[in-house]
């Protein structure tokens, strides 16, 4: 890894961690109220019926989508995170979950789901730029999930309050992939063309 983007992408991860924790519970409630409409814009565009939607389960500051589990019983899969194996992603039925890796609750009894049974993904960021590049917490997981072609090819958005949208480029390795684009409290923005 470069070092000046590791660092400089270590300071983008302070300023955006301090934006988003000031973010207060009405834009939360905006974000999950155009999750919802968005979904099904997506979900006519990219859903094939009897795939799965790969969700995730929300962290201190990230916005709480966990209710598509109960949208029109759509298969929904949650990931699970593994130091030395990356992310897998497994049926969220109604057992309960264990504590992954990361202490991140996740259905760890559950098969890993191939990447040709999902459909859609939905990430978390701490911040996202115009292109769709993303910036997480430093772990590398999504990162090398989608190094993977099968995965790169899912469409995949970012949930993310309009405030961490960068509007200049973050900082990116060679290995980062752009994402497909975000919702935020202004609604869906698609990205046609990644550069």
């Given amino acids: 890894m470069d070092e000046s983007i590791k660092s400089k992408k270590a300071v983008k991860r302070k300023e955006f961690s301090l934006i988003r924790s000031s973010n207060s519970s009405l834009i939360h409630e905006k974000i999950k109220s155009n999750v919802k ?79 040709s049974d999902i459909s859609i993904l939905f990430v978390p960021a701490l911040a996202i730029d115009q292109y769709g590049y993303r910036l997480g917490y430093g772990g590398g997981y999504f990162d090398r999930l989608r190094q993977n072609d099968l995965w790169s090819s899912i469409p995949s958005f ?20 752009p994402f497909n684009g975000w919702i935020s409290e202004k609604g869906l923005h698609q990205i046609e063309a990644t550069k």
């Fill in 37 to 115: 409409s968005a979904l099904q814009t997506l979900l006519n565009k990219y859903h094939i019926e009897g795939k799965y939607i790969g969700i995730y389960w929300p962290l201190k500051g990230e916005v709480d989508i966990r209710f598509i589990k109960e949208i029109n019983n759509k298969k929904t899969a949650l990931p699970s995170s593994s130091k030395n194996k990356g992310i897998n992603y497994h049926h969220w039925s109604n057992n309960q979950l264990k504590l992954d890796s990361n202490r991140i609750p996740a259905p760890i009894g559950e098969a890993p789901i191939k990447p």
């Fill in 158 to 177: 970012i949930v993310i309050s309009n405030n961490c949208i960068s509007a200049k480029p973050l900082p990116r390795d060679k290995w980062d992939l």
